[in-house]
């Protein structure tokens, strides 16, 4: 059974939620200058991390391989994503992002001013501070 929260913890995880919504806000407003939904963007994001097949695509953004497929395709036809076979898998295709994909993908994440504006606004202590205790929470180890 979790605790009742504490003033301060609904306090907390209220700006967390603000902090969320006012980023997917300007990421759907960034996709949208880019012709992209945000669905789109967030795709193309994760595949400029690393190629992935579709269902690891829809475990990562918590949504039906369906829902992917159809993204990807879309992506596809736009000459952003191609489909190539895994090297550990043949029989497994990987979404993989075209250079043009790619530098489309770095754009938006240059785009997004909302959380870079009030960050530089912190020190690189508090910076290092703030992404340690994100990770502490996620259950990240630390770097």
């Known amino acids: 059974m979790t605790p009742c929260a504490d003033s301060l913890t609904v306090e907390v995880v209220d ?51 369906s829902n992917i497929t159809g993204i990807v395709d879309r992506l596809e036809s736009r000459g952003l994503v191609e489909r190539r076979p895994d090297p550990a898998d043949r029989r497994v295709k990987l979404a993989v992002p075209t250079d043009e994909g790619a530098r489309m993908a770095e754009a938006l994440r240059t785009s997004l001013s909302f959380a870079r504006e009030p960050l530089g606004r912190l020190t690189v202590t508090e910076r290092t501070l ?14």
């Open 15 to 65: 700006l967390i939620g603000t902090v969320v919504a006012r980023y997917y806000e300007e990421y759907e407003h960034a996709a949208a200058e880019h012709s992209l939904t945000g669905a789109q963007a967030r795709v193309l994001r994760l595949l400029s991390l690393e190629p992935l097949p579709m269902r690891k695509i829809a475990q990562s953004l918590k949504c039906e391989p």
């Open 130 to 143: 703030l992404k340690e205790l994100l990770q502490r929470m996620l259950g990240f180890a630390p770097e």
